[in-house]
């Protein structure tokens, strides 16, 4: 009895184990702290094909020297960071 139940336990986890690694999720950490000009800036993080995967419009960041963080999740790729200025005088010292 206590080997049948042993044999079952491990079939259990064996599928509880492979179904989570079959599983598959990047998350990446956008921080983005404002400048002198805070609520011009925005940002729109786009895949290789050129859609837009997450974006902020300017006017988000209304806290100059703030840190805020946003977490995407992202498939597997590579990936381009645009950045942008609403009045286009540069981000002044936002990062």
Do not use: H, P
Not at 50 to 78: E, H, K, M, P, Q
């Amino acid at each position: 009895m206590e080997n049948k139940f042993n044999k079952m336990m491990f079939a259990f986890v064996a599928t509880i184990a492979l179904s989570v690694s079959t599983v598959c999720a990047t998350w990446v950490n956008v921080q983005i702290t404002g400048g002198s000009f805070a609520n011009e800036i925005s940002w729109s993080l786009v895949d290789n094909a050129g859609s837009t995967v997450d974006s902020t419009l300017a006017g988000y960041y209304s806290f100059n020297g703030v840190a805020i963080d946003r977490w995407v999740d992202v498939a597997d790729g590579c990936y381009g960071m645009e950045l942008y200025d609403s009045y286009g005088d540069g981000w002044n010292g936002a990062t």
